[in-house]
């Protein structure tokens, strides 16, 4: 199997555990409502859904893996969800978002809010994609066509 279809396979299978993962069941309203909060309160919430969040993924990853005979190694999985993990924990502490928007000419996305549409969110979801991708890439360049 060639690396850019392990690539798409996994880039794809790390874009829906995300949204099963962020959004369903990687994440409790309280962690969502406190994994911001200054100092160890954050980071605690923060640290409980990073886990929960890549428990998720890595589950959807081996399902993957095992139906698709997908060729990846240890090595891989690990940069690639350690990568992951890293990012997901920074960005979701919310001001590298804020920073990153307040500095690229963006101050008024980082805090539009209404009628459904929310700049920091839609950019939160951006870089995490970002991410994911890099991620994707990792865990597929990493594993080079192993068997």
């Given at each position: 199997?060639?690396?850019?279809t392990v690539f798409a396979a996994i880039a794809a299978t790390l874009y829906a555990a995300h949204q099963l993962a962020d959004h369903v069941l990687g994440q409790t309203d309280h962690q969502a409502a406190n994994k911001?909060?200054?100092?160890?309160?954050?980071?605690r919430?923060?640290?409980y859904h990073v886990g929960l969040?890549?428990?998720?993924?890595?589950?959807?990853?081996?399902?993957a893996v095992a139906v698709l005979d997908l060729p990846l190694t240890a090595t891989g999985l690990a940069a690639g969800i350690g990568f992951s993990a890293v990012t997901h924990a920074i960005l979701d502490r919310r001001w590298p978002v804020r920073w990153?928007?307040?500095?690229?000419r963006s101050k008024?996305?980082?805090r539009m809010a209404s009628h459904g549409i929310n700049g920091m969110y839609l950019a939160d979801q951006a870089l995490?994609?970002?991410?994911?991708?890099?991620?994707?890439?990792?865990?597929?360049?990493?594993?080079?066509?192993?068997s």
């Open positions: 199997m060639n690396s850019a911001a909060a200054p100092g160890w309160t954050g980071w919430h923060n640290a969040y890549h428990l998720v993924m890595t589950a959807m990853l081996l399902t990153l928007l307040e500095h690229t008024p996305f980082a995490h994609y970002a991410c994911l991708w890099a991620s994707a890439l990792l865990i597929a360049g990493l594993s080079g066509g192993a």
